[in-house]
């Protein structure tokens, strides 16, 4: 394992010792004040910073493996999913009996995304995921020790020089396959570089084409993926947290031909989509891709099973019907029955009264992000 070193998740091993660093570090029991007890901590500032570090190291007392770490990670999570989301509901899991899965998924919340994923498989017993998170979003070293020992590796984006791209893609793939062929872990990997800020959700060829970049000499890209038990995943949220940050973006990307982030934007990100509501969340697996005639054609198969998959929420035929004037002829929600908006009034309201609140530059932008799930089914 010393050639992944950089990148790859601690160990059991190194848990321990990592643990004491972040106890240790004032950064980041700050952070953890500012997020859970903002008005407390503006008020007593240190008293809070010793209260808190003192129930976490009561909390993480006895925790010596990954395990036993995702275990109190899961008491939070659930804390989570009970304030910040309707239903949390998944499918398909029971199709497969699978092991060394890369389960590779659409991408809408950077944090959320591989949470949900592992709590529907930490609840169906099976293990849950080593997840691949890119290096741009780790701006503090308190950050890194945190996703890395929450089974994250790391996706290296910030490469000066295209050789040392290649070096770290070579790595990264190298990586990927060591944990499925060798550890026998299952993967969660992203189907593009960032999150679908528009909603239309499409798998980068790139991606596959990192994937197997650690082939066998002589074996054909495609032969390669067969065998990596690729299978897509749709994750629905009914209010995307982040839906006016992505639809600023989106409209200075537009109307200015670029958007420069500000400081402290991608944390932002990670604070609202933990914090914020979410609606019902659905999180539907897919089936194994198999072998296709080319890159592309193995990505369009995963846009295909991943726009099918998708659960349409109140949200998105809302939105549909504010630009094309009716609601389409599509099932809605995990139940699968026809649109009926008298029976939405609560999501409607909710959501109307959503967009009131948003500048009248980027409300079009975030009506359109909503609205595209349904227009992909539509097409599909």
């Known amino acids: ?143 890194e020790d945190l996703m890395r020992l929450n089974k994250s590796f790391i996706v290296t984006r910030t490469a000066a020089t295209k050789r040392e791209q290649f070096r770290a893609l070579t790595l990264l793939s190298a990586y990927i396959r060591h944990s499925l062929d060798e550890d026998h872990a299952n993967i969660w990997i992203a189907q593009r570089e960032g999150r679908a800020k528009d909603g239309d959700d499409r798998t980068e060829p790139a991606v596959l084409k990192m994937i197997g970049m650690s082939k066998d000499k002589g074996q054909s890209i495609e032969d390669f993926l067969a065998t990596r038990h690729i299978v897509p995943v749709s994750i629905s949220y009914e209010f995307d947290p982040c839906d006016i940050l992505k639809a600023k973006e989106l409209y200075y990307r537009d109307t200015q031909g670029s958007y420069q982030k500000s400081a402290g934007e991608d944390e932002l990100s990670i604070a609202l989509g933990i914090s914020g509501y979410k609606g019902d969340v659905h999180i539907a697996f897919g089936t194994p891709v198999q072998s296709a005639d080319s890159v592309e054609a193995m990505a369009a198969e995963i846009d295909r099973q991943i726009i099918n998959n998708y659960v349409l929420h109140p949200t998105n035929f809302i939105a549909y019907q504010m630009i094309h004037g009716s609601y389409p002829d599509l099932p809605c929600g995990v139940s699968a029955k026809p649109f009926d908006i008298s029976e939405h009034a609560e999501s409607e309201a909710l959501f109307k009264g959503r967009l009131d609140g948003i500048d009248a530059h980027w409300r079009q932008w975030v009506i359109n992000a909503y609205a595209k799930p349904v227009l992909n089914k539509l097409a599909l």
């Open 1 to 143: 394992m010393t050639n992944f070193d950089a990148i790859r998740p601690y160990n059991d091993n190194e848990v321990g010792e990592v643990l004491t660093r972040l106890l240790a570090n004032d950064d980041f029991i700050k952070a953890l004040c500012e997020f859970k007890l903002p008005g407390a901590y503006n008020a007593q500032g240190q008293q809070v910073i010793d209260l808190v570090r003192r129930q976490l190291s009561s909390e993480l007392e006895g925790v010596q493996t990954v395990h036993d770490l995702q275990l109190v990670v899961e008491r939070y999570l659930s804390d989570l999913i009970e304030s910040q989301t309707g239903a949390l509901t998944y499918s398909g899991l029971e199709a497969s009996n699978l092991t060394s899965v890369l389960f590779m998924s659409n991408h809408r919340d950077i944090v959320m995304d591989p949470a949900f994923v592992n709590w529907a498989l930490f609840h169906s017993k099976r293990d849950t995921v080593r997840i691949a998170i890119g290096d741009n979003l780790l701006s503090e070293p308190f950050v």
